[in-house]
């Protein structure tokens, strides 16, 4: 079992930086991938980036902008974002799997509760 916290969303202006961070509970969590999803109203969640040990794994429209890391040592991924943009606006989770990276939500057992990123133009 994995419980995973999200924290790090707020407000932001266009060009601005966030940092996500995803905080993991339970065992052996450098076994697991690691993923951030977002979902805006109105729309399907998303896959936006993934990790475990040093492969990584970006979306297209956030390659260059979001930088996915982790430290198994305090359990926790993080996800910089950085240049944000309206269009990044949205609830972002953080989901976890054992083993590999997946782009796909429904691979991920695990689910935290999501934290909002809104981004004004």
């Known amino acids: 079992q994995v419980q995973l916290v999200e924290s790090g969303g707020g407000l932001v202006q266009a060009g601005g930086s966030l940092r996500l961070s995803c905080a993991a509970s339970g065992r052996t969590f450098s076994s697991y991938a690691i993923g951030w999803f977002r979902q805006a109203p109105g729309k399907e969640r998303e896959f936006v980036a993934a990790i475990r040990r040093s492969t990584t794994s970006y979306t297209d429209s956030v390659r260059g902008r979001f930088t996915i890391s982790r430290d198994n040592a305090k359990s926790t991924v993080y996800l910089q974002m950085n240049r944000l943009q309206p269009e990044d606006t949205a609830v972002y989770f953080c989901?976890?799997?054992?083993?590999?990276?997946?782009?796909?939500?429904?691979?991920?057992?695990?689910w935290g509760q999501g934290t909002q990123v809104t981004v004004s133009s």
């Open positions: 989901a976890a799997r054992y083993w590999a990276v997946s782009t796909t939500a429904s691979e991920y057992d695990y």
